[in-house]
């Protein structure tokens, strides 16, 4: 009777759980008044205690409902690499998600900062991206709660994932954590209203020295590119696990190339 009296009053929208909850706890209540009223009056109070606690036990229900969300903080970790840091939420698909994404963030700044010739300085920055009620939000604060916008996360929507993930990258480029770059670079890459656009003028600028120093110097602009090629090499054989023997190869390698560049 319970339940039946929340979904009269209260519509679709009432506690299912907290409606059963309740009307069983109402029906126990008003059973036990019935006892001590007697007669037809006791009676009536054991199914109207039942109706009551459905209400009440609709309405509480809803109270405690929780809202589904999951963020990552992205900044320096222990060994002071860009890192996803730190996550939080009550919903494994969003945390799931906002790894993921917060994974692609790291792995496409510190490509960025590849192509351009430059090191990336954890230490600098941070963001955090995660979801809240299904929406994709990021916060330039970096923490790990709920992304409310209300303290300050910026809403890109439920299917603003990569819209979030570019804004996420912009705030930690925008923080300086690619680190080694002209003034220009760095000025085309943190005004820029569009990364994609602002990281392409960035490109032509540097190539235009990289280029002259080619002409100018060969040699040292052959050891330039063969350094960024294994500076890249190294960080794939750290992720990779790489013995010491197979390191000690791509250190072979590498001589091997220096070597013939000059």
Do not use: C, H
């Not at 009269?8 to 907290?18: D, R």
């Not at 919903?91 to 790894?99: K, P, T």
């Not at 052959?222 to 190294?234: H, M, P, Q, R, Y």
């Amino acid at each position: 009777i319970g339940m039946t009296a929340s979904s009269l009053v209260l519509g679709g929208s009432g506690s299912k759980a907290g409606a059963a909850i309740g009307g069983a706890l109402g029906n126990i209540a008003g059973k036990a008044l019935g006892k001590v009223v007697s007669g037809t009056l006791g009676k009536a109070l054991g199914p109207l205690g039942s109706i009551a606690g459905g209400l009440i036990g609709s309405a509480l229900g809803g109270l405690f409902k929780k809202v589904k969300y999951g963020t990552v903080a992205i900044g320096a970790n222990t060994a002071g690499n860009l890192s996803v840091i730190g996550s939080g939420g009550n919903s494994g698909a969003a945390i799931r998600a906002s790894n993921k994404a917060g994974n692609a963030i790291v792995e496409s700044v510190d490509s960025i900062a590849e192509q351009l010739g430059g090191t990336v300085d954890a230490s600098r920055g941070s963001v955090s991206i995660g979801q809240y009620k299904g929406k994709w939000r990021v916060s330039t604060s970096g923490y790990t709660g709920k992304l409310k916008v209300k303290n300050g996360a910026v809403d890109f929507g439920k299917d603003g994932a990569e819209e979030a993930a570019r804004f996420a990258m912009q705030d930690l480029i925008r923080d300086g954590v690619i680190t080694g770059l002209r003034n220009g670079t760095q000025a085309l890459l943190k005004n820029a209203a569009d990364l994609e656009k602002g990281l392409a003028k960035a490109l032509k600028f540097e190539g235009v020295f990289r280029d002259l120093r080619k002409f100018k110097d060969p040699v040292g602009a052959a050891i330039d590119d063969l350094n960024t090629e294994f500076k890249s090499l190294v960080k794939v054989f750290q992720e990779a696990g790489a013995t010491a023997a197979e390191t000690a190869q791509l250190e072979e390698l590498y001589q091997i190339k220096r070597k013939s560049a000059t």
